[in-house]
């Protein structure tokens, strides 16, 4: 069965997702935390800006995942949850899509 990907600003409250969208930023724990890696994700097409639409991602136990970096188009699916009012996804399945060109 073929589903389609929801865009950040498309997605539910809660419940498992598959959305897509490009990672803007990521954030390495230092040696003395716990383990876990963060990244946010925001539309590809949506303006940039202070009210632009943003999903933090979170893979727990991890302290860098190959591929994941500012730029990269993904793909996750999980379970979506709300986690300080920002929509937050943890240890999502991900397919790494394409990266943007730097001009």
Not at 22 to 36: D, G, L, N, R
Not at 60 to 88: H, W
Request: a positive charge.
């Amino acid at each position: 069965m073929h589903r389609t990907a929801h865009s950040i600003s498309g997605l539910p409250a809660r419940g498992r997702v598959l959305c897509r969208g490009h990672i803007e930023s990521v954030t390495y724990p230092s040696a003395e935390s716990t383990s876990y890696f963060t990244a946010v994700v925001s539309d590809s097409d949506a303006p940039a800006g202070a009210g632009r639409p943003r999903l933090k991602v979170v893979w727990i136990g991890r302290r860098r995942i190959p591929g994941i970096a500012a730029g990269v188009e993904v793909q996750l699916e999980g379970m979506l949850a709300r986690n300080q009012g920002m929509p937050t996804m943890f240890n999502p399945r991900y397919e790494l899509l394409s990266r943007q060109e730097k001009s």
